[in-house]
């Protein structure tokens, strides 16, 4: 069907020219944009710069949990990660695309503050989330940049087309083997419901969000933990959630549990004073076809 410009046309792409540059005027820094993720519906291997957000928070030089980068001096994790660790010898890693062997694009920070939610509880897992602030701003660059974050009340409905990234195990007990290259997966958002319904007696909150097959084969795994999941709109990624927990890894009807960001954009921004992280509104009819092609996978 050929797309013919009316008035109308024209007036929209003056409002977003309009509002790009009230944008960059203001310096409202741009989040979400990976510009060497090739990725598009099919799937393709992680190339370094894939998932420019990504974090390894390290504890005397190992990797311990993943993060995200969230604005040049915050990162997103999840609270099991780093409650009751002290900043010292805690290190945080972006730009990184292996654990071992040459980074190129890496830069690190220390650890200035940890500020983990005041109602996580360890017992439940409910409101398993934290914020790390670096020691000082990092450069962006194509292999660091921030993700944007699922603003209050988005929708993520069952099948969901998700994306979940990190350095984790590659089977229940099984390390990521040398060089330690950022692993993958896609896998579908479980509805609440059902999710709960497979959980059996574990309260899947609703601060919670559930992502897997059903049929297992795919998941987060150990060190995974505080990594993101994520979903795309249009050009723009946005964290949904954030590695939690499951029973084992990728077992049959027991999904991957991540916080679920969109219920902490208060608390968020009530920490974060100055460049507040992008939070982007998704609705159920944002929705895009996932495709479940990947050639790398976490277990
Ligand atoms: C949710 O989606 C999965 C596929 O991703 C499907 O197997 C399951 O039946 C769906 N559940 C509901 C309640 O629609
Ligand atoms: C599940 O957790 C929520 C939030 O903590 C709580 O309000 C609810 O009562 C719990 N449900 C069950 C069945 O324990």
Redesign the pocket.
Known sequence: MVRTFTKLNYFILFCKLLFSWIASYFCVSVCGIAPLNSKIVGGADAVPGSWPWQASLQYFGKHFCGGSLINKEWVLTAAHCVAGTSTKKLLVSLGRQNLEGKNPNEVSRRVAAIIVHPDFDRGTMNNDIALVRLSSPVPFSHYIRPVCLAASASVFN??TGSWVTGWGHIKEGELLPFPQTIQEVAV????S??CNCLYGVINITSNMICAG??DGGKDSCQGDSGGPMLTKLGSVWIQSGIVSFGIGCARPNLPGVYSRVSRYQTWIKSHISSHEPGFVHQSSSNLYK?HFLVKRKLH
């Open positions: 069952n099948g579908p958002v479980i509805g419901r059902q097959r059903l996932p």
